[in-house]
């Protein structure tokens, strides 16, 4: 069973400072995607990781995907409240098309 | 920008009823899927399905548990005889290989 592990588990930040959450697991992916999910509402894809050691960034969010394909970070610079909001990280080990196993997700609050 | 439309989006039933939770992947996706998470835990995988058949199944995904494709577009599970343990949202997704896309849930409350 591949587990992935989610750090912090919450996050309370001031408007403008920078955070980092943490994906972690003993296994290997072969891919390894960053949702964001809204209450009531399913996980929205923000970035699919494929390669060991790739970088990729959407305007404040910076995602890496650790050289043996295990890990995953996401770092967000200048928090703004509008990034609150649960982070999930998921992975898939097999081909295309194989099954996500999800991360419990950090909850983050980014007060004004 | 396509969407995964999943109907309906409350369902309340009592124990032992049948339920079917509907779905309508993206026209182009090749993968579809059933996901669900209960209050407060993590989103847990249940069935697969490509190529008109289950390519994988989670040890949830009991006897109980059916999904159809019944024409070009929907997608639908169906549980047959719910339990209280039931009750979770359960979200359709669809992919075309990376990256899938995820419907807005049905939220099913078993009474």
């Known amino acids: 069973t591949q587990l992935l592990e989610q750090s912090p588990q919450f996050l309370s930040i001031q408007e403008g400072e920078n955070l980092t959450v943490y994906c972690n697991s003993s296994?290997?992916?072969?891919?390894l995607q960053w949702y964001r999910q809204e209450p009531g509402e399913g996980p929205v894809l923000l970035v699919t990781v494929v390669t060991g050691g790739e970088v990729k960034k959407l305007k404040r969010l910076t995602f890496q995907f650790g050289d043996a394909r295990k890990d995953s970070s996401l770092h967000i610079t200048a928090a703004q409240p509008g990034d609150t909001g649960l982070y999930l990280c998921a992975g898939d080990i097999g081909t295309s098309g194989s099954r996500l196993t999800f991360g419990e997700g950090t909850q983050l609050t980014v007060n004004p | 920008e396509p969407e995964v439309t999943q109907t309906p989006s409350h369902q309340v039933t009592q124990m032992g009823q049948e339920v079917i939770l509907r779905c309508v992947p993206i026209s182009n996706h090749l993968y579809f899927y059933w996901y669900r998470q209960i209050l407060g835990q993590k989103v847990e995988f249940l069935v697969s399905?490509?190529?008109?058949?289950?390519?994988?199944k989670s040890e949830i995904f009991d006897d109980q548990f059916s999904v159809e494709r019944p024409d070009g577009s929907n997608f639908t599970l169906k549980i047959r005889s719910t339990k209280l343990e039931d009750s979770a949202m359960y979200f359709c997704?669809?992919?075309?290989?990376?990256?899938?896309?995820f419907g807005s849930g049905t939220r099913l409350t078993v009474v």
């Open positions: 399905f490509y190529n008109n058949e289950i390519s994988e």
């Open positions: 997704a669809s992919t075309r290989g990376f990256g899938y896309t």
């Open positions: 296994s290997v992916f072969s891919s």
